[in-house]
């Protein structure tokens, strides 16, 4: 007699939706790590793959080990010549430059004019920073 209602109120088979409630935190947890720690990450690695392939002779250079020289050769096969002091030039890899100090501006092509901007603009005396969004804000033109 007490067999059958005891059977009889077993509990009923979980529902689908039980399984998406328990993994909504864990697919939060992950959304947030991705925006915070994956997508900077690859943006900043993107940014120095571009700044490595941009290095030209006559750029100032921080290497891997904290030694800053300038660029007298670029090799072919991933590889700089870096001079560190006078008549000491050290070859690198591209990929141990850290950072790019100075950049040298490109040859505009037009022989005995390498001042020239290579846009064809005249340079102007601005002080630097006096352009762009907070020296329209400040009233400079």
């Known amino acids: 007699m007490f067999v059958s209602t005891a059977y009889a109120q077993t509990a009923a088979p979980a529902a689908g939706g039980d399984m998406v409630v328990q993994f909504l935190p864990l697919i939060l947890i992950f ?8 997508r900077p990450q690859q943006k900043k690695m993107k940014e120095h793959k571009a700044m490595l392939s941009a290095i030209r002779r006559g750029d100032r250079v921080v290497t891997g080990g904290g030694i800053i020289g300038v660029v007298n050769k ?11 002091a006078e008549n000491v030039r050290v070859r690198c890899v591209r990929s141990t430059v850290n950072l ?7 040859a505009s092509g037009k022989p005995g004019d390498a001042a020239a901007p290579a846009d064809g603009a005249a340079k102007t005396d601005e002080a630097p920073g006096a352009g762009g969004f ?3 804000l400040l009233g400079r033109k």
């Open 31 to 38: 959304v947030v790590f991705y925006f915070l720690l994956i």
């Open 74 to 84: 670029v090799g072919p096969d991933d590889e700089l010549t870096v001079e560190i």
């Open 100 to 106: 790019v100090l100075a950049k040298t501006e490109p």
């Open 134 to 136: 907070l020296g329209k």
